[in-house]
């Protein structure tokens, strides 16, 4: 298992199972959340495809920037350089360049399992071992023409197969108003905001 | 402590003015163009390189004649260069980067007003035999390159080369360390350490043949690590470290590719392998009728040879800082590299800057660098936490309108003409061409380095939520929305 951030701890049964394919919907921080568990432990984490990775977000949910690596256009061999990346980071967040059929998704899946890894997948990828996505997700801070994005308040849902079949959800801070990914109390769902509202006067 | 066996000898070095950094490749025509006249040529770093300069100089008839001859095959290959000749390899750096008025080098030294020739059009700096110390004397402390020394020395008082050469070796031993000895050592013209008397007897290269002969030359460098790490474990047996390692390729059709490469510090395993593939790449670029990472007849033999040796004083790493890259991951990494280009695989630096693209410097696996912004100074107006998960290399054009579909914009005075409503932007992934704007904040005026012409930048921020709880960072310049990043 590679350790997760304490809030995903419910939602991924303990953590990430090594040598396992996990999906994510769309690229976004959630993608970014699920490595930050591994890469504070001290795994190196390597990102292909995704030019327009936020690093200062990742800093903010707890991945480290000094042990990532960067692989912003990977080119149509990009199999094999999630293969060889494999071998070296522990986890691996991919968004394919296309979609991949099912021969050369298995032989990557026997890559991941191979070394023991952890492939992050954000698009679609049949046979994954889980699931997450963002089912509901709401702003806080923000007003029409006041305030600034402070914090979102998202539920999170995990699904998957065997063990992993029964969907479960968590509301999560993601990101929280310094950036980091919390547990966010379903009591505390009240639109009370945690700082002094600051309104006009004139 | 100076003895006749501890004068340096002659160094001629060729430097490059603005090369840019990590070149390699495009240096090897001038190394290539060097080696014509002279053999054993030594890469100090991509963009300068020297080579020893009393055999040269007496063939071709004086070291005028000699730093003459190398600038024009230089020129030849279509790069500026300049040409310092001097006692030890310190000296002649700070020799070929001297200034040149009007072209013409006119040095006048430390009073005797003969060191520095005036120089025919290559526009050498030839510093005389033994005066050294005082070519370098009203050369700035700042140029030994030490960044401790450089803050320390001016504050003592100590602001030239000849200042500090003026104690005591003793004295500057006991007060700035060992650092400070060799430092020392440099401001008063000689080598930074004394040479080892003669070469040790036993034959410290090492090779690793290759049958069948390798075409490609992703495999030599990995043997070339390996081969390092056995080179340095048997220097290590003997207490030695090397400063320079001299890389040879033999060909199937026998020819033999040589380089010697010097790391400022010592050379780790890694470091080694780094410079196997810089060199490969580079004759590959020499050699453009040859296929893409293919050597003309494959390579049958490498070898690294050991070149001047010093007894290995010890290194300390250091206990905060430099994150220890793995065997693991540094042999991905260049694996990765040998398939896509060495640029290819980067590792982000935060940096300082008020937008999120601004934020990450990208460096590329294997080089060191800086930030190209500062981090740790304050930045008024950057952008506060939490920070965009998504940032596009490229902003997205964008179109904001208000209820009743007018352009929304923003004037002089940072007041935004109508509240905004809709947002369209050219996303593939959100199919909806226009999405209801629910809340939004903003205009944040941002007048970036007004006092530079030609740099200056002057937009105002918004956030904005739509309707399916995305939320955008927006910019509004010169009357265009663009799309900056996306905080999913």
């Not at chain 2, 890389?247 to 010097?262: A, F, K, M, N, P």
Request: proline share 9%; charged share 20%; net charge neutral.
């Amino acid at each position: 298992m590679l350790p997760v951030l304490p809030a995903l701890h419910e939602l991924l049964a303990g953590g990430l199972r090594r040598g396992s394919v996990v999906v994510t919907g769309s690229w976004g921080l959630l993608g970014l959340a699920l490595a930050a568990g591994a890469s504070a432990a001290g795994a190196w984490c390597a990102v292909v495809g995704l030019p327009q990775i936020g690093v200062a977000a990742a800093a903010g949910a707890g991945l480290d920037p000094g042990r990532m690596l960067l692989i912003a256009d990977p080119g149509p061999g990009w199999p094999q350089v999630v293969a060889s990346l494999l071998d070296g980071c522990e986890l691996v967040l991919l968004r394919p360049p296309d979609r991949p059929s099912a021969q050369l998704r298995r032989r990557l899946e026997a890559t991941v399992r191979r070394f023991g890894g952890v492939l992050v997948v954000a698009g679609d990828w049949d046979g994954a071992q889980t699931r997450l996505f963002v089912a509901h997700q709401e702003w806080v801070g923000i007003g029409a023409g006041h305030g600034r994005l402070r914090a979102r308040r998202a539920q999170v849902v995990a699904d998957g197969r065997g063990a992993a079949a029964r969907p479960r959800a968590r509301w999560l801070w993601l990101p929280g108003p310094d950036g980091s990914v919390t547990i966010a109390d379903d009591a505390s769902a009240s639109r009370e905001p945690f700082w002094p509202e600051i309104r006009s006067t004139g | 402590m100076t003895s006749v066996s501890d004068a340096p000898c002659r160094v001629l070095v060729v430097w490059c003015p603005d090369w840019p950094d990590q070149d390699a490749r495009a240096f090897e025509q001038v190394v290539t163009a060097v080696e014509g006249l002279c053999p054993r040529v030594e890469v100090l770093y991509p963009g300068a390189c020297a080579v020893g300069a009393r055999g040269p100089a007496r063939y071709f008839g004086g070291e005028e004649a000699l730093a003459a001859r190398i600038a024009d095959a230089v020129a030849c290959h279509g790069f500026a260069c300049r040409v310092g000749v001097a006692d030890g390899m310190f000296a002649a750096q700070l020799a070929a980067r001297a200034p040149r008025p009007g072209g013409v080098a006119r040095v006048a030294v430390g009073g005797t007003g003969r060191a520095g020739r005036p120089e025919a059009p290559g526009a050498a700096v030839i510093v005389a035999p033994g005066e050294a110390p005082a070519f370098l004397a009203p050369h700035s402390v700042s140029s030994l390159g030490n960044q401790e020394l450089a803050d320390l020395l001016p504050r003592l008082g100590i602001r030239t080369l000849g200042d500090f050469a003026a104690l005591s070796a003793a004295e500057a031993a006991n007060r700035f360390g060992a650092q400070g000895a060799l430092a020392h050592r440099l401001a008063r013209g000689l080598d930074p350490r004394p040479l080892v008397p003669r070469p040790p007897s036993a034959d410290l290269s090492v090779s690793t043949p290759f049958d069948p002969p390798v075409e490609q030359s992703e495999p030599v460098v990995f043997a070339a690590k390996a081969l390092a790490e056995r080179m340095h474990a048997g220097l290590a047996a003997r207490g030695l470290a090397c400063v320079r390692v001299q890389v040879q390729v033999i060909c199937t059709d026998g020819q033999e590719l040589t380089r010697l490469w010097r790391h400022d510090g010592l050379l780790s395993a890694l470091a080694v392998a780094e410079r196997v593939r810089w060199q490969l790449s580079g004759w590959q670029a020499v050699d453009s009728d040859a296929d893409e990472g293919v050597q003309a007849g494959g390579i049958t033999l490498l070898r690294l040879v050991p070149d001047q040796l010093v007894r290995n004083t010890g290194h300390q790493l250091g206990l905060w800082g430099d994150a220890v890259i793995n065997d693991r991951v540094a042999r991905a990494a260049l694996r990765v590299q040998a398939l896509l280009g060495h640029g290819s695989v980067v590792r982000p630096l935060l940096a300082g800057g008020r937008n999120p693209a601004e934020q990450v410097t990208l460096v590329p696996f294997g080089d060191a660098a800086d930030p190209e912004l500062p981090s740790g100074r304050p930045w008024p107006g950057r952008l506060p936490a939490p920070a965009p998960a998504t940032v596009f290399p490229v902003p997205l054009p964008a179109r904001v309108t208000d209820e009743s579909g007018a352009a929304v914009t923003v004037s002089g005075r940072a007041l935004v003409s109508a509240p905004p409503a809709r947002l369209s932007a050219g996303l593939p992934a959100h199919g909806e061409p226009w999405l209801a704007i629910t809340s939004w904040a903003g205009p944040w005026p941002v007048t970036e380095r007004w006092w530079r012409p030609a740099s200056t930048r002057r937009r105002a921020w918004f956030q904005l939520v739509a309707e399916d709880g995305s939320a955008w960072l927006a910019t509004v310049q010169d009357g265009q929305w663009l799309i900056e990043a996306s905080y999913d």
